[in-house]
């Protein structure tokens, strides 16, 4: 039965793209139905949790355009997009101290914008993101957050194995 879903998502796509383009007058949202295909083959597929993680860019995506072309709210709808992050979080079941990071960040973030009201230029600490992870935790440690307290791996991996060369 998935297959056949499957098969007929791109048949459903153009119906769903005429009804809301010829009928409802609004052919910016038909057309965002189009991101069904891809969103079928994920979800019905096997193993849908580690599709859905790799695909949740697209499907936040359309998430936003549906609710911003359908009922013409684009403001809070930008927060879809933090389901990106979540669902991987979720998925993989471990925090590293990149990951980590990025969920301080973020939550500095939210927080200054709730108490201050000031979004537009707090935006720009998302910038601390890739310099702390290129300064301080580089790709090649897999660093996983587990037992040990923040502080101590820190001190271990950052200002105990850094040997600098002179």
Known sequence: MNKRIIAAMPLISVMLFLFFGLYKN???LGATFFFLIPMSWILLSRNPLRRL??????I?????????????VWH????????????NLIIDRK???????TIMVTAAYITIGLITDEWHPTWIMFLLIPIINTIFFPQKSNIIF?????????????????????
């Not at 549906?66 to 009922?71: A, D, E, S, T, V």
């Not at 809070?76 to 669902?87: D, G, K, R």
């Open 76 to 87: 809070p709808t930008w927060l879809v997009f933090f389901a990106i992050p979540l669902v």
């Open 146 to 166: 587990s037992k040990g307290t923040m502080r101590s791996k820190i001190r271990h991996y950052v200002i105990d194995e850094e040997r600098d060369e002179e």
């Open 60 to 72: 936040a995506l359309a998430v936003f355009l549906w609710i911003g072309f359908g009922f013409k």
């Open 53 to 58: 993680s790799d695909m949740m860019p697209m």
């Open 95 to 101: 925090i590293d101290m990149r990951k980590m990071v």
């Open 26 to 28: 609004n052919w910016s």
